[in-house]
């Protein structure tokens, strides 16, 4: 069990609304990126019978392995699969008169009826974001907000359906692995619940002039997915207006036998990409996995079912 988080001073956001007013959103954001991290402060976990505790780095993160010197669960809640809570608390006063500042953690263990691992992207795949058009990408990122935010049609089902494998009750633990900065957290699993989109650990990535590249972050996020996951096949989803298909590509090619399909959602390219993209397909399919290009979430789940990946 491995449980990220990052200390930083309260922003008071709020809950959203539907009828917020962009220049609301646009507010709420900003205070949202400019978050100001606290570092060098102990924080201690309680998670079923083990207390562990450790200290942010220069940049607040805190992180916490909770697996024991032979790679098992140290904990008892291990034991069963789903979601579990851990209790997080600051040790010693941060600021004068501040009180106990204290968490809840949201950890989910695979259970043992889980036969796939989905990783999906999140920016063009789950949601709109538009990221291949920077103004467009701009406004709706900053003038919306998670109730107005719109998933793209059939996802909801997809991903659903996926989860509930071919059994129908395989509860098979979905991952969202994105370049998305960590400062987007709140608004993601807001996200996600309003629209009824399977719950799952987000890999979002650090913001700054000292954050990994994004391939190299979502290639490595993946590769330790797998190795966590051993007896685990992988479903990989993306879009194309990125270097998606190239990096489940490369993983496909890395890892034979774990990849059971990749699924691209296809955005507007010019023939050069088209070509990029055929190209990347051809060489998925001679090593034994088929990664398609679709236009509609529908697609992907009428070929789930019919290769046995998600229920009818």
């Known amino acids: 069990v491995s449980l990220v988080g990052r200390v930083i001073e309260a922003k008071g956001l709020g809950p959203p609304a539907p009828e917020d007013h962009p220049w609301q959103n646009f507010k709420r954001m900003v205070r949202r990126l400019n978050s100001a991290e606290i570092p060098g ?22 992180d916490f392995d909770l697996r024991s010197e032979h790679g098992e669960f140290s904990c008892a809640p291990a034991a069963a699969g789903g ?9 010693g006063e941060v600021s004068p008169g501040q009180g106990r500042v204290e968490a809840r953690a949201a950890i989910m263990i695979p259970e043992g ?6 990783v999906s992207d999140v920016d063009d795949t789950v949601i709109q974001t538009h990221v291949t058009a920077f103004a467009k990408m701009v406004r709706v990122t900053m003038l919306g907000n998670a109730l107005t935010r719109l998933p793209f049609e059939g996802t909801t089902d997809l991903y659903r359906a996926l989860a509930a494998g ?4 395989a509860h098979n633990p979905v991952f969202y692995v994105s370049k998305s900065p960590w400062n987007l957290y709140d608004l993601l699993v807001d996200f996600l619940d309003r629209h009824g989109v399977p719950p799952g650990p987000l890999l979002l ?4 002039i000292h954050a990994e590249a994004s391939l190299d972050f979502k290639q490595r996020r993946i590769e330790q997915l797998l190795a966590l996951y051993p007896a685990l096949r992988f479903v990989l989803i993306g879009d194309s207006g990125e270097r998606d298909p190239e990096i489940y590509l490369d993983i496909v090619e890395r890892h034979p036998g774990r990849v059971a399909a990749v699924y691209i959602r296809a955005v507007h390219t010019d023939g050069k990409r088209d070509a990029e993209l055929e190209a990347v ?20 789940l009428a070929h789930a079912r019919a290769h046995r990946l998600a229920a009818m």
């Open 41 to 62: 402060v102990r924080v201690s976990l309680q998670f079923g019978k083990v207390r562990a505790e450790t200290v942010t780095d220069h940049e607040g993160y805190f």
């Open 83 to 91: 979601w579990h809570e851990a209790t997080l608390w600051l040790e």
């Open 166 to 169: 071919q059994s129908g009750d």
């Open 113 to 118: 009826e889980a036969q796939l691992a989905i």
């Open 205 to 208: 990535r650090d913001w700054g």
């Open 281 to 300: 397909a051809k060489r998925a399919r001679a090593a034994g996995v088929e990664l398609l290009l679709l236009k509609h979430a529908h697609e992907a």
